[in-house]
């Protein structure tokens, strides 16, 4: 029987009479579905590629290949993943909340999966890799012929065929962050999860929050830059924490 979780008895209070919940959420959110993060030394996908050989615009002019097959590889991972406690918790508090904001940094698609977003806006700031579009016009493509030679070749325009996620360099969609930002600047409640606080913009919206009187909560097993301003740290995994929150402030349990 694990320790039960110390969960801020005002958080809970804040949580019950709270009318605006935000909530942002990175790679830890999905490290429980067995995706690994971008950063963590073992097991991230960035310690066994430089980002700058394959999520750049430069990079898939060079090697549009690799690109593609580094994506097709992630896509099979993601396809093979199940939302976790985490994920469905976050879709859960939607429900409860006249209103809430789930905006993500992840392109894994695994929130949408989860349920979230059917009554709520589900903002995804870089994009979904479970989308493709055409590299030239930069829209997205249903169908496409299947290559030797990938990536495929837009039938449209003939062009090479891209995942649409945000890469390095590129700018977010416009209309996501200003409505990622508006959330963070009228939320009573603003959640940080699984993220290393660490990728502009998005980790500027906690300061947002913060700047116009919000509660921020930090939930992320470590500490990260956002820690210390942070209004509640909640040192555990988004899968125990945001089912046990979920269950303390709607659950009837008091
Ligand atoms: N629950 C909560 N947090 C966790 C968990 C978990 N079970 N497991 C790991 N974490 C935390 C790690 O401690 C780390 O702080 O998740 C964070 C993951 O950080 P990153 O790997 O940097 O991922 P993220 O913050 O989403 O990266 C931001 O950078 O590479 C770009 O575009 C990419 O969207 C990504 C962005």
């Known amino acids: 029987m694990e320790t039960p979780l110390e969960l801020p008895l005002e958080l809970i209070q804040v949580l019950r009479s709270a009318r605006s919940v935000a909530a942002l959420t990175g790679a830890g959110i999905s490290a429980e579905s067995g995706i690994p993060t971008f950063r963590e030394a073992q097991t991230g996908l960035w310690s066994r590629y430089r980002p700058e050989e394959?999520?750049?615009?430069?990079?898939?002019?060079k090697n549009p290949r690799l690109?593609?097959?580094?994506y097709a590889w992630r896509r099979e991972i993601v396809s093979r993943a199940l939302p976790n406690p985490g994920h469905l918790a976050l879709a859960e508090m939607e429900e409860h909340l006249p209103q809430?904001?789930?905006i993500t940094q992840n392109v894994d698609g695994l929130h949408q999966r989860a349920g979230s977003g059917k009554k709520a806006a589900l903002i995804e700031l870089h994009g979904n890799i479970q989308r493709t579009k055409c590299y030239e016009e930069n829209r997205v493509v249903e169908r496409w012929q299947e290559t030797p030679d990938p990536p495929p070749r837009c039938p449209h325009c003939g062009g090479?065929?891209?995942p649409d996620v945000v890469w390095f360099g590129e700018a977010l969609p416009w209309d996501a962050l200003e409505a990622a930002q508006a959330a963070a600047a009228n939320c009573e409640v603003f959640f940080s999860i699984g993220t290393s606080a660490l990728v502009e913009p998005a980790a500027s919206l906690p300061l947002i929050a913060r700047r116009s009187g919000a509660?921020?909560?930090?939930i992320n097993p470590q500490?990260?830059?956002?820690?210390?301003?942070?209004?509640?740290?909640?040192?555990?995994?988004?899968g125990v924490v945001?089912?046990?929150?979920?269950s303390r402030v709607w659950g009837g349990v008091d």
């Open 223 to 238: 500490s990260t830059p956002l820690t210390r301003l942070a209004t509640y740290f909640l040192p555990h995994p988004a």
């Open 54 to 61: 394959l999520a750049t615009p430069a990079a898939f002019e």
């Open 160 to 162: 090479p065929l891209r």
């Open 242 to 246: 945001l089912p046990a929150l979920i």
């Open 100 to 102: 809430f904001t789930l």
């Open 67 to 70: 690109v593609w097959e580094w």
């Open 215 to 218: 509660c921020v909560v930090e």
